[in-house]
């Protein structure tokens, strides 16, 4: 079947489902997939590993996007996206209505899920290895010698370069090669 006539097919599923909904308080997105299914325009991961098709590891998720929203808005979606699908005009303009829904949908998601995971304003922001003293830089700023010149620090006030002592140097070190590793971990590379 092509795809014009698999979504011609799924349309008049669609549409013969809303028409001779029994309970107008019924899920219709649940019913929809279900009379899909049941025509055998849709299968879950299942019913293709048990008839020898795809495995559930290679199926292919056409809206990862949609997991990522909570209960309530899915099931908006899920009508809205139903909604479309169930308009009385061309396949063409019913997919229009249908890519719409999901790209309203797919931001809203996808801002939904940013926001739950964000760092809160609590949150400290991590240092990069930029923002650190250099290790062998002056004792009380950490700026390196040849750019030292005079230097204000709120505890040493106006100041020379003064060599920093050997357990700066290591505590510096050790935290610089902390971060490289943080950024690498975060980065996905090896340090």
Same mark, same amino acid.
């Given at each position: 079947?092509?795809g014009?006539?698999?979504?011609?097919?799924?349309?008049?599923?669609?549409?013969?489902?809303?028409?001779?909904?029994? *309970?107008?308080?019924?899920?219709?997105?649940?019913?929809?997939?279900?009379a899909?299914?049941?025509?055998?325009?849709?299968?879950s991961?299942?019913?293709?590993?048990? *008839?020898?098709?795809?495995?559930?590891?290679q199926?292919?998720?056409?809206?990862?996007?949609?997991?990522?929203? *909570?209960? +309530? *808005?899915?099931?908006?979606?899920?009508?809205?996206l139903?909604?479309?699908?169930?308009?009385?005009t061309?396949?063409? +303009?019913?997919?229009?209505?249908?890519?719409?829904?999901?790209?309203?949908?797919?931001?809203?998601?996808?801002?939904?899920?940013?926001?739950?995971?964000?760092?809160?304003?609590e949150?400290?922001? &991590?240092?990069? #290895?930029?923002?650190?003293?250099?290790?062998?830089?002056?004792?009380?700023?950490?700026?390196?010698?040849?750019?030292?010149?005079?230097?204000? &620090?709120?505890?040493?006030?106006?100041?020379?370069?003064? +060599?920093?002592? +050997?357990?700066?140097?290591?505590?510096?070190m050790?935290?610089?090669?902390?971060?490289?590793?943080?950024?690498?971990? #975060?980065?996905?590379t090896?340090?």
């Amino acid at each position: 079947m092509s795809g014009e006539a698999r979504v011609r097919a799924a349309r008049n599923v669609i549409v013969s489902t809303w028409e001779r909904r029994l *309970d107008p308080m019924a899920d219709l997105a649940t019913e929809a997939a279900q009379a899909l299914e049941d025509a055998g325009l849709l299968r879950s991961p299942q019913a293709a590993e048990s *008839d020898g098709g795809q495995k559930p590891e290679q199926y292919v998720v056409a809206l990862p996007w949609a997991r990522l929203m *909570d209960s +309530e *808005d899915l099931g908006e979606f899920l009508d809205e996206l139903a909604a479309a699908a169930i308009t009385n005009t061309s396949p063409e +303009e019913a997919l229009a209505e249908v890519e719409a829904a999901c790209g309203t949908w797919r931001v809203i998601a996808e801002a939904q899920h940013a926001h739950n995971t964000a760092p809160g304003p609590e949150a400290a922001p &991590s240092p990069s #290895a930029d923002d650190l003293p250099e290790p062998y830089g002056c004792r009380y700023c950490g700026i390196p010698e040849a750019a030292h010149l005079q230097q204000w &620090s709120a505890n040493e006030g106006w100041h020379g370069f003064r +060599e920093p002592t +050997e357990k700066q140097v290591v505590k510096r070190m050790l935290r610089r090669r902390g971060v490289h590793e943080a950024e690498a971990k #975060a980065g996905g590379t090896s340090v």
